[in-house]
């Protein structure tokens, strides 16, 4: 099926099913601790030995020697595996260093050897006594250092890195109102709660992995070429992911090493990552340093805004999109963004929930508020005013509509229900005991794209409904919204829906990333319940255009017969694709929001407490609130972790991050969080897909951050620019104590 052109109303709209706040049906599973994840697949693959990689110590440089006799000798190791003995390995289309060191080491912690042994303990031991003799070679791992040779990439991912509208330096030096301000964001870890993981069993030439990762198809393609086999000799199953957050888009080690060792050790292999590795060793969000230049008349509009970002990566990298969503949210006519991109010889950047907006509203939407504050505006008047109603910078056009766009409303609504009149304008003024209280907003874009997406969906004679398709869930709610749009289809309650995910021997979905996964996925279990209701009807000799689904029977002209009954003892399969047109182009697809942030800042220690936190979304159709609300508290919380205390701290003399486990690297926990709102704007769009939805899971961090540093001004009356706010940056410039 393709869709091109804007949806009227459909089965969908019946929102019988669809739209309802319905529990996650993998939620037993989960909680009882019965749902498969990948490194506990013991259904799959009979006595599986266990294998440990051993992490380059190095940053940059060259294996001189590797002596892995101790380790072979090693009690209860069957087989080590080093480049010197793993083949020839390919890299993969998705990643920029490869998966296993030698001779040549790329990055810290880079994969250098795999030790497969009857248990982990002996692996990890044995993995002790590998003897590596390392060449180091000098690396760059400062960012501020590398920023003057940093080079303009290529184009990323269909946008050019640098736009430009109108005169942007004549504008902003005529200005009568400025802002220029320089940001810096931390590299960011995933710290997902599954690490990555994946069991490894041949079959002849045959590989079966059993992993934990976001796209099935991407992944399948990715082992088949790092290891020279054919596509169709890999088998990928992936059912249920304990966290992602881009991290696990690609294939890691983990993946290929458990593949490698378990055709050294000619049985199945499990591997996971230790959690050291999986700071060093995966990708990260990388540090940003972003200058923005706002310009504006004495009535606050905005004449010119110019957003500028550095970033570094390996080389073949790329970089940090910070400056995408400046070019979608504030009208301005002289405009200029640009995009650098540094050699760094740190472990690998690439996405993170949010990749690009999620670090430039970190940067962007604090300058909003340090410009409102110039021109003696309210930060949310000052947005409102600056609204536009078309893409302000497309690539350099200005003309193209957005097919929503309702950020104003957000915003309203979001201070209406806040409370935003009690905030006091000038910081500092409003204290409870030894608490400086204070209030912060921020705006929230991200795109809303589609992706390619298949589905298989058989019914059954006792007029079950099965969907199969490699879309994954990782902990986004997937299994449910898709079911919910198949009952919804097929007129059957939840109960009668079985949904199969994250399997390459299902059709080929959009997978889960880039907040694309809810609309895509649905869209093409959409298409193939349509086929499968022409092909009912079909049977029956009832007419496609005049027939109704209902109540687990499908009618016509009268007639009515149990969906069961017409499928018959063979039951029936239908297959579809959504395929998308040109509407994308046509209009921009976006997700708008508005965070609110209350805080409190201790007069005498600094210590930051989040009191209060709202986010307003319009997202499309919300296909299922509670999980909806879920994903975007979850993001909420990312967005909360990166403004207070979020950041994998580099030694710039050997190149690696220190604070490699979870202990040194913190993140967000229950006693840090208060209680959070969400609200979601009553909105379909047509113009997306059939289902009228789009993705919010990504929506729900940006500007959230932005939210809390604003806030924090407004309690204390200090202006930090330079992310995780921690209070050794806020107490030198902390009020005096009256």
């Known amino acids: 099926m393709k869709f091109d052109t804007p949806a009227t109303t459909n089965p969908i709209d019946q929102l019988k099913i ?141 946008d050019a890195p640098d736009s430009k509208v109108g005169d942007f330096a004549s504008a902003f030096a005529a200005a009568p109102v400025q802002i220029d301000a320089t940001y810096h964001t931390p590299d960011v870890s995933h710290a997902m709660m599954e690490p990555h993981a994946s069991i490894a069993a041949w079959k002849g030439d045959e590989l079966s ?254 007029g079950m409904v099965t969907v199969e398709t490699d879309m994954t869930d990782i902990g986004t709610g997937s299994y449910t919204i898709i079911a919910q749009t198949a009952a919804e289809m097929m007129g059957v309650p939840l109960d009668k829906v079985v949904v199969k995910l994250g399997d390459t021997a299902y059709p080929v979905s959009a997978g889960s990333g880039g907040q694309w996964g809810a609309a895509s996925s649905t869209a093409g279990v959409y298409a193939a319940c349509t086929k499968l209701r022409e092909a009912v009807a079909t049977k029956l000799g009832f007419s496609t255009a005049d027939v109704t689904f209902a109540d687990g029977k499908v009618s016509s002209a009268g007639r009515s017969v149990a969906l069961g009954e017409a499928a018959g003892p063979g039951g029936l399969v239908a297959e579809d694709t959504m395929e998308f047109g040109d509407l994308s182009e046509k209009y921009q697809h976006s997700t708008f929001g508005a965070h609110f942030v209350e805080v409190a800042v201790d007069m005498h220690t600094c210590e930051v407490r989040l009191r209060r936190m709202l986010a307003v979304c319009a997202a499309g159709r919300i296909l299922n609130p509670k999980s909806a609300r879920s994903q975007v508290i979850g993001a909420m919380t990312m967005g909360a972790g990166a403004a207070l205390m ?44 059939p289902m009228k939805a789009k993705g919010v899971g990504e929506l729900g961090i940006c500007g959230v951050a932005a939210a809390v540093a604003n806030a924090i001004y407004n309690a204390t009356g200090v202006r930090v620019r330079e992310y995780p706010i921690t209070l050794d940056k806020l107490i030198s410039q902390m009020p005096a104590l009256v």
């Open 18 to 158: 669809v739209g309802k706040p319905v529990d996650r049906i993998d939620g037993p599973l989960k909680t009882t601790g019965t749902a498969s994840y990948a490194y506990e697949r013991h259904d799959v693959a009979a006595n599986p030995a266990y294998g440990h990689i051993l992490g380059s110590a190095i940053a940059k440089g060259r294996i001189a020697s590797i002596d892995t006799r101790e380790a072979i000798a090693a009690p209860g190791v069957l087989a080590v595996v080093t480049a010197q003995n793993a083949g020839a390995l390919m890299k993969g289309d998705f990643n920029t260093a490869k998966l296993l060191a030698g001779p040549e080491v790329q990055h810290y912690h880079q994969a250098v050897a795999l030790v497969v042994a009857e248990t982990f303990e002996q692996a990890r031991a044995a993995a002790g006594l590998i003897k590596v003799d390392y060449t180091r070679a000098d690396g760059a791992y400062d960012l501020e250092k590398a920023k003057s040779s940093a080079t303009k990439p290529k184009d990323m991912d269909g």
């Open 209 to 462: 992995l059993w992993t934990s990762n976001q796209m099935i198809d991407w992944g399948r393609g990715d082992v088949a070429k790092t290891l020279g086999i054919p596509k169709d000799k890999v088998h990928l199953s992936s059912p249920y992911i304990g966290g992602g957050f881009g991290g696990k888009l690609f294939v890691r080690s983990d993946a290929i090493l458990a593949a490698l060792g378990a055709r050294a050790a000619k049985r199945p292999v499990k591997v996971a990552l230790q959690r050291a590795l999986v700071a060093n060793n995966t990708t990260h969000r990388p540090a940003t340093i972003q200058r923005v230049r706002i310009g504006a008349s004495r009535d606050g509009k905005i004449t010119a805004i110019a957003h500028e970002n550095w970033s570094g990566d390996l080389p073949g990298g790329g970089p940090d999109s910070s400056v995408q969503q400046t070019r979608m949210l504030y009208a301005a006519p002289n405009r200029m963004t640009a995009t650098r991109l540094a050699v760094l010889d740190l472990p690998e950047s690439n996405a993170m929930r949010a990749p690009g907006e999620a670090t430039g509203h970190m940067a962007l939407e604090v300058a909003m508020d340090e410009m409102a504050e110039k021109l003696g505006m309210d930060p949310v008047q000052f947005r409102i005013l600056n609204d536009s109603q078309v893409v302000p910078d497309d690539n350099g056009k200005t003309d193209r509509p957005f097919s929503q766009r309702q950020l104003v409303e957000c915003l309203r609504q979001g201070a209406d229900t806040f409370g935003w009149t009690g905030r006091n304008a000038k910081p500092a003024q409003r204290r409870e005991g030894d608490w400086l209280i204070g209030m912060g907003v921020a705006s929230a874009y991200r795109g809303a794209p589609t992706q390619k997406s298949g589905a298989r969906v058989r019914l059954d004679g006792s």
């Open 646 to 689: 979020e950041e994998l701290a580099v030694d710039n003399r050997f190149g690696f991050f220190v604070n490699h486990d979870l202990a040194g690297y913190e993140v967000p926990v229950h006693a840090d969080i208060p209680h959070q709102d969400v609200v979601f704007l009553d909105e379909t769009d047509p113009t997306v897909s």
